[in-house]
Every structure is written in C-alpha cells, then in structure tokens.
C-alpha cells in the first residue's frame, strides 16, 4: 500500500493527472446524470476538482484555468448533444459546431473555477474547517455560476428517490451542499491512512470527529426526505383526471425539403390516429388532450389580422383539426402554436412572435393561452442582430407578458355529439372551419370551469427559480410541460432535460404532465416518479394514456420561499469564515 501511496504522489506531479482529473469528474458526473442514472457516483465525481486544489493550493490564475478545463471536458461528456443541435437547428459545419460546444463549455462552467479558487482559498487559511468548506464552496460556485442548461450537483445526487424529496425544503442547492461535504469526507478517508487509523486510538478519535458532522448531515437528509417521501404518499388525490397525451414526432421542417420528406398532412393524420389508439387503450374519453411544442409546426390556430393579413401563419385545417378533437371526446385540447402580434402601433417593424400554448375546452371555443416568457438564447432568439444571418432558423420570438395559469373545463354532457357522424381530417380539405364549426353546433354542451393547471414551455420546466414566480397567479392542481427536443436527435438530451425538470413536481408536489414532439414523454407524480413506470421512446409517433392525480395541498415551503435555506446557510457560514478570517490575520499582526 506504501509503494503504491509513492507511485500515486509521484504521478500528481504530472500532466498526466490533471488529465485523469478532467475525465474523473466529468466521466462519473455523466453516469450519475440521466439516462445511465448511477446517481452514487456522485459522491466520488468531485473528486478531480479535489486533487487539482491541493495541487495548484495558492496558485489562483492556473487554478482558474484548470477549472475551466475541466469544465470544457464535463460539457464535451454530459453535453456532447449541443454539437447535434448546432448542426441541426444552426446548419452549422461540424467544425464551427464543435467550437460552439467549447465556447459553452468555456463560458457557462465558470462554476468550477469558482468553486477551485474559493476552496483553494478556504481550506488553506482554515484548514480544520475544510469539510464544511466543500461544502460552503460548493454552494456558493453554484449560486453564482452563470448556466445556459442549468443542472446542479443536486440534480445527480436527487437520482436517489429519498434524497430527491428535500427540494421542497432545500432545493436543488440543498442537495449541492450535502454533495460537497460528503463527497469532501470520502475523498479525505483514503486508504493511504488506514492503516495508521486502525493502529492508532487517537487517530481513531480524530477520524471519527472528523466524519461525525458529515455523517449526521447526510443522516438527517435521509431522515428527512424518508419521512417527506412517506408523507406524501400517504396523500389521497382530492380528484382524478384523464390525460392523453400525443407524440406525434412531427419533422422539423416542411418547407425546404432539408429534414424530412414528410407532408403536413400526413403529421395531421398522425395525429387523429394517435388519438384515437390512445383512447382506445384508455378505454374512455379523456379529460385533457395535451399536444408538443411544435407539435404541428410553423402554424397557429389563432385567426386574426395578423395572423392572416400581416403574416400567414393562421391555418384552417390546423384550428379545425383541433376543434374536432375537442368535440369528438368532449375533452379539454391543450396545444402550441406560433401567434403574432404588434409591440406598440400596427407596421412591419413593430410585429412580434410568440411561442403560444392555447386551451381549446370540450365545445372547441378557445379560452386561456400562455405566451412563453423564458426564451431560450439561440434557440429562440439571438442577443444580436449578427448572428440571426449567421443562423437563419433561429426564431425571432418575443417573450410574453404574464405568468399565468390555464382554466381547464367540465362538460354536461360528455356524450353529446353531432346529428350526424363525427367529421375526420380529412373532410376539412373541403371544408372551411367556419363550416366544420356550423356542423358541430348541435353538440354543444355547457360547460363549467374545472380548476387551473401551470403551463410551462419546453427549456421553461428547468428553471426552478421562474417556476416558482407563477405562484402569484395562484396555487395550481397540476403542471403541464410542452417540449420539443427533435433538435437534439436520438442523444442524452432528452433524458436529462426530463429528469432536470421531474424535480419541480416534488418542489411543487404536483403531478406532471409532459408532452414532446419526438420523446421522451411522461406523467410524473408529486413524489417525482414517472406514473406507472411509463414514458415514450425518441424519434417515435405514439400516445400515453393515464389517469394522473391532483393533489389539494397549500403551497409548499419551497413554492413560497425559493432558495431561503441555501442563500441563509451561505450567508451565515460566509460571515463566520469571515470573522474567522479576521481574527487569524490579525493574529499573525
């Protein structure tokens, strides 16, 4: 054990460590992350920024730089996928979409050097206190760190369906600290020790007062979220509804032949065919249809002047196609679309588009829509006006105004239908929308409101801190998430960006309803499970039907107060490191 103590001082003293550091951390923080899920790795992924602290203690500048590295390595690993999405939704060569990855990696992991240089900091000046300084450093890189896709070290450890149950307390950032700490304590316990620890009682001592307060810490997390877990599973749902949702996989585009060769009217097809398994499988007519982002894309539903008139983006056969839908299972339709409108008076220069989610209730009249208000940089908007001639399919989107939730309804007469046979797709090639609506006046019903649900939109669901602003618009009985992630193809996107938003129904504690246009979609309920063990492929055309749960509880302690424990933790542990700090330099004086 000696010798291989010796060989492994020396090999520190090379290059070549700091290569295994780099992949040290950001191979085992990939396997903790979905879809490979060993979320234990995540006690030992930390490890590489470890060994690079005490290598290069004091020395800031390469520091930095090394933790920019390892940065550059962890997105190359865990978010190789953004190469995919440059080429696709970009059309970028290879060449300028790798660059793109690096320059992500360079720009958004600044959390790693943040996280270097405070602990090098730190842990040198206080040495006893080093554990709780992971810890404290851990937290603080998080909080600060600017992220593009943001996921915590919190997410990798909430892979642990127990751990995962304090983010209604702590958050994500609560898990991150309980990571650091750990994760420190292991990293200390080396074998390289043990056998001076075993021979010794003093040692002994030292080891087990050294591990106390990480075990108590990690103790309580467990006790906590074992205790939250059983809580809520406990719950009875104070009622039921009936979801379908539909896949469609619809092509990313249809007007320049570049992706797919598929028609429109095949997608639309697909679309009623789906619907109609999947309340074949259901057995009964569903509640709440729930459609993608882009689940019929480039279009909108919504007809106005400027839809018509100013841009062309309103479609009869779209709007009627969802009308029918609405009418043939007297359910709540809930789907996106591209709407336009003027920012300030009427002109070219002063027209605006916007990612719009839109209700139609069991009668097919449109009610409550949501604009999308968290664009996504380069994906939905550029930061200058450059770069949309660089990358011409990025979208020039506008946000919305408002965070507000979407009224859902109840028809009278779930059964009530036309005079005549139900009309399909494909008799709205020959009529107009107008017509379809005439043909469908005998089946209206009344129909009364039902309750409210939050609607999020695609990149939206990650964001815990703007979730949690909707709680002004009131307390909702369920989430409803509209992705489209075709633009990442069949790589470990889609699995991440699902599994970084499954923690907003256990900091919520609703059920989740997620629907994408080409995988992975899901039910999730408030304990953050996916309901009945169910999701869809990628790159596939079918439907999930289940029946998902509402939960009557007030708002949780997180819906109210966000990151209050973490940014207090960081707070008091900030100002005795300081005091700390002071009385040693004065000391020294």
Known sequence: MDNLHHRFQQFQ?????????????????FLAFAPVSLSHFVWIAPFGLFWLSLKYQGKYKKLFYQGLIIGVVFYAISFHWIVHMAITFGNFPFVIALLILLFAGLLFSLKFPLFMMSFSFLSGKIGRHSVW???FCGLLSE????????????????????LAQNVEITGAYGLS???????????????????????????RKQYFRFVALPALLLLSFAVSGTVLYKKWENVKPSKSIRVLVIQPDAPLSFRDGREVKESIEALMARIEKLAEEGVAKMGTKPDLIVLPEAGVPFFSAHNTTVTTVARRLYWHRFDSLMFLLANKYKANVF????????????????????????????NGDRRDSYQKKFLLMFGEYMPFDFLYDLSQQTGRFEPGLNHNLIRYYT????????KGLHLGWLD?????????????????????????????????????????????????????????????????????????????????????????????????????????????????????????DVIDSPPT????????????????????????LIGIRKGKK
């Open 13 to 29: 003293k090379t290059v070549w460590f700091n290569l295994f550091c780099y992949f040290w951390t950001g191979l085992f923080s």
């Open 428 to 548: 709205t090639e020959n009529l107009n929308h107008e017509a379809v609506r005439s043909y469908y006046e005998p089946a209206k019903t009344d129909v009364q409101e039902s309750g409210k649900f939050l609607p999020l939109i695609c990149y939206e669901v990650i964001l815990p801190e703007f979730v949690r602003e909707f709680r002004t618009a009131g307390n909702p009985e369920f989430i409803v998430n509209l992705t489209n992630d075709k633009w990442y193809g069949t790589t470990t996107e889609s699995d991440q960006h699902m599994e970084l938003g499954r923690l907003r129904s256990i900091e919520l504690r609703r059920w989740m309803v997620r629907s994408t246009n080409s995988g992975i979609s899901a039910n999730i309920d408030h304990l953050g499970r996916l309901v009945g063990g169910k999701k869809t492929g990628l790159m596939t055309a079918e439907s999930i039907s289940e029946t998902i």
């Open 335 to 362: 789907f996106n679309e591209i709407d336009a409108g003027y920012k300030g008076t009427p002109g070219a220069r002063n027209l605006r588009y916007y990612n719009n989610n839109v209700l139609y209730d069991p």
């Open 133 to 135: 300084v992971a810890g």
């Open 411 to 418: 028809p009278a007469d779930k059964e009530k239908s036309p």
């Open 177 to 203: 600290f309980l990571v650091f700490v750990v994760s420190y304590t292991l990293f200390q316990s080396n074998p390289w020790h043990w056998k001076e620890i075993l021979n010794s009682v003093e040692k």
């Open 143 to 162: 909080l600060i760190g600017p992220q593009l896709f943001p996921w915590y070290w919190g997410n990798l450890a909430a892979g642990n369906i127990l």
């Open 557 to 580: 302690f997180y819906t109210q107060y966000g990151n209050l424990i973490p940014w207090l933790m960081l707070f008091l542990t900030g100002i005795y490191y300081l005091n700390l």
